[in-house]
C-alpha cells in the first residue's frame, strides 16, 4: 500500500500553481523552484548512472570553502544548479558551498531578479561511492528592497526571512521536499515520465518521538550537558520508551527526512574537534530549520532558535538541535542550563 494520502496526480509546477503559490505575483518565485527542479533531475539521473558514467570518487586536488575534498559529482551537481539558475533568469546570485564568494548573474532577466539562492548541491557527498542517499538543500531569499548592485552583505540575511527553503534526497526515490512558508509538501520523482508529482501535502512531524540521530563517535568530545543528555536517551524507562533508537546515515538530508516523516531527533553539535559545530548555517541549517518548523519541529544552536541567527558569514557553521519539538526543546534545556553558567 502507498503510505502517503495523494490527492491528485498533480506535477509540482501544478500543485504550486493552483494551491501554494496561487496568484500571480508568484509566478518569479514558481519559475525558480522550476529552475531548482529541473537540475535536481538531471542531478538524480547522474548519481543514478554514476559508476557507469566514471563520475564516482574524488575530483583530484580540488578543496571546498571548508577545505574538505570535493567529490566529481560535487561539481557536477554544482554545475547543473547554476547553470539552471542562471538560464532561468529568476534569481539574481548565488552562495554555493562549492563557491567562496557570491556568484552574481550578469544576464538581462537575472540581473533585476528578485530572488537569491542559497544551496549545498550535494549534501553528504562522502556518501555517494556507497549508494547511500544523498541531497541537495537550498534557501530562497528575496533581493534586498531597492538595492541594484548586489554584494555579499546582501545574502547575510536570518533564516526566519527566507521565502522558501526545500532539500531533495536522492535515494530509494527522488523527493523534493519543500515549504513556501505554508507548511511542508513533498513531489516524488516519476522516473518513467522524468517528472515530480505530488506525494504528499501538509506533513507534520511527530511532537515526540524515539530516535535521535548523532556522530555517537565523537560522545568524548562533546559538551558533558549534550553527553548527559544522549546517556539519558540510552537509559531504560518504560514511562517515556527509553532507551530510544540511534539512527543515523551521515547525510543531514536522509536523517532529517527520516526524522520529519517518522519523529525525531537530529543533532550536530560543537565538539573538542569542532568547536563551532560543522554544518553551515546558510544553505544546511536554514533551510532544513524553516522546513522543520513549518512542519510543526524546532531548530536550536542549544541556546537559540536557528531562524534567528545573524549571520556574519556566507559560509558559517554552526550547532544544530532539530526534529520532534518536544526532543529539541528538552535537549535544549540540558545545553542551557549547563552552558550558558
Ligand atoms: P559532506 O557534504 O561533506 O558529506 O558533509 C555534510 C555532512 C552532513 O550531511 C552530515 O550530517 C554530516 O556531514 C556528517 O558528518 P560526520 O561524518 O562528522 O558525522
Known amino acids: 500500500m502507498y503510505p502517503f494520502k495523494v490527492k491528485e496526480k498533480l506535477t509540482a509546477y501544478q500543485y504550486l500553481l493552483k494551491d501554494k503559490l496561487a496568484g500571480d505575483k508568484n509566478r518569479e518565485l514558481i519559475a525558480l523552484l522550476k529552475d531548482l527542479k529541473l537540475a535536481g533531475r538531471q542531478v538524480s539521473k547522474e548519481l543514478n548512472t554514476g559508476a557507469l558514467a566514471g563520475s564516482l570518487g574524488d575530483y583530484t586536488g580540488s578543496k571546498n570553502s571548508h577545505g574538505e575534498k570535493v567529490k566529481k559529482l560535487d561539481l557536477i551537481a554544482n554545475n547543473l544548479f547554476i547553470k539552471s539558475l542562471e538560464n532561468g533568469g529568476n ?12 556568484l552574481l548573474f550578469n544576464n538581462e532577466n537575472s540581473k533585476n531578479a528578485k530572488y537569491l539562492v542559497l544551496i549545498d548541491p550535494l549534501d553528504g557527498s562522502s556518501n555517494i561511492d556507497v549508494n547511500v542517499p544523498v541531497g541537495t538543500i537550498f534557501s530562497i531569499l528575496k533581493r534586498p528592497r531597492g538595492v541594484k548592485k548586489l554584494s555579499t552583505k546582501d545574502f547575510l540575511q ?27 509538501d513533498a513531489f516524488t520523482l516519476d522516473p518513467f515520465v522524468n517528472e515530480f508529482y505530488v506525494s504528499q501535502t501538509n506533513i507534520k512531524i511527530p511532537n515526540k518521538a524515539r530516535m535521535y540521530s548523532v556522530n555517537q563517535g565523537n560522545f568524548f568530545e562533546f559538551p558533558l550537558p549534550l553527553q548527559e543528555y544522549i546517556r539519558w536517551c540510552e537509559q531504560n524507562d518504560q514511562k517515556t520508551g527509553r532507551p530510544y533508537s540511534l539512527r543515523y546515515v551521515g547525510s543531514m538530508v536522509a536523517d532529517l527526512h ?21 554544518l553551515r548555517l546558510m544553505y544546511e541549517c536554514n533551510p532544513m530549520a524553516f522546513i522543520i518548523e513549518q ?14 541567527i545573524k549571520p556574519k558569514s556566507i ?8 526534529g520532534s519539538k ?16
Open 91 to 102: 534569481c539574481a546570485g548565488v552562495v554555493s558551498e562549492e563557491n567562496d564568494k557570491i
Open 158 to 184: 536570518e533564516g526566519k526571512k527566507q521565502v522558501a527553503a526545500g532539500y531533495i534526497i536522492y535515494g530509494s526515490s527522488t523527493i523534493y521536499v519543500l515549504t513556501v512558508g505554508k507548511g511542508v
Open 258 to 278: 527520516r526524522s520529519l516523516l517518522k519523529g525525531g531527533l537530529f543533532i550536530y553539535s560543537q565538539s573538542k574537534n569542532a568547536p563551532k559545530g560543522k
Open 295 to 308: 512542519a510543526g519541529g524546532l531548530a536550536t544552536n542549544g541556546k537559540k532558535n536557528i531562524l534567528s
Open 315 to 322: 559560509h558559517q557553521i554552526s550547532p544544530i538541535f532539530i
Open 326 to 341: 518536544e526532543m529539541v526543546e528538552l535537549v535544549t534545556k540540558y545545553l542551557r542550563s549547563k552552558l550558558l553558567n
